[in-house]
């Protein structure tokens, strides 16, 4: 049973560029969440795809983006980086819209670094 | 904004004794999770505790949850090396998203 997958796993870009990130749910799972997560701080909700649409966002600026393809997988776009965007990015996978109101399943993460 | 703070934000343990970490949060809730997070790589769910219920048990971990006082403790008890990590409590008190503390990080020495 796969769990949760994430690509790449580390990505170095410099100020301005963009990035697409990549995850694939646990099977059986419909819903992605992503998550950012700074050095020393825990993970800061970006937002939830569901059904091919963001279904909750957090705090992020408009820089950050996504998209849901129907195999339920996800993209994570965050344009125009600035240096503040170096985090650990994770993806969560749950069933049925629920997200954080049940268990959720993480997937490695992927590791950016802006220059 | 933070809902879960994690109390310690560091406990250094001999193995075979017991870790005791707490949570406090703002809101009501549904639930709380705990996880854990080895060296910045993926969080892996522990326990997941309702807010109808008070203790939970799974192996060697306790988890309370008392609501009156907002508040959670997570037990792990005959600690290994292998516990080494980050543990984070988690809740969802805004819709579907999970709103996590910055942690308590275990070291556990052999």
């Known amino acids: 049973d796969a769990g949760v997958t994430q690509s790449p796993t580390h990505l170095i870009k410099t100020r301005g560029q963009q990035v697409t990130l990549r995850c694939s749910p646990k099977s059986g799972h419909d819903t992605v969440s992503w998550y950012q997560q700074a050095l020393g701080q825990g993970p800061q909700f970006i937002f939830q795809y569901y059904e091919e649409e963001e279904r909750q966002r957090g705090n992020f600026p408009d820089r950050f983006s996504g998209h849901q393809f129907p195999n339920y997988s996800s993209e994570l776009n965050v344009n125009a980086l600035l240096l503040g965007d170096s985090a650990l990015y994770l993806c969560a996978s749950s069933f049925g819209g629920q997200g954080g109101r049940e268990t959720q399943y993480f997937g490695p993460g992927t590791r950016l670094l802006v220059l | 904004s933070q809902q879960g703070e994690e109390d310690p934000q560091a406990l250094s343990i001999q193995e075979g004794e017991n870790a005791t970490m707490n949570c406090s949060y703002k809101t009501s809730i549904n639930n709380l999770q705990w996880y854990r997070q080895n060296s910045g790589r993926g969080l892996v769910h522990l326990i997941l505790?309702?807010?109808?219920?008070r203790e939970k048990h799974s192996g060697r971990l306790r988890v309370t949850l008392d609501t009156s006082k907002k508040s959670s403790s997570l037990l792990i008890t005959a600690s290994r090396a292998a516990d080494t990590a980050s543990y984070f409590c988690?809740?969802?008190?805004?819709?579907?998203?999970?709103?996590f503390g910055a942690g308590t990080i275990l070291r556990v020495k052999s």
């Open positions: 505790i309702r807010s109808n219920e």
């Open positions: 988690a809740t969802a008190p805004y819709g579907n998203k999970l709103v």
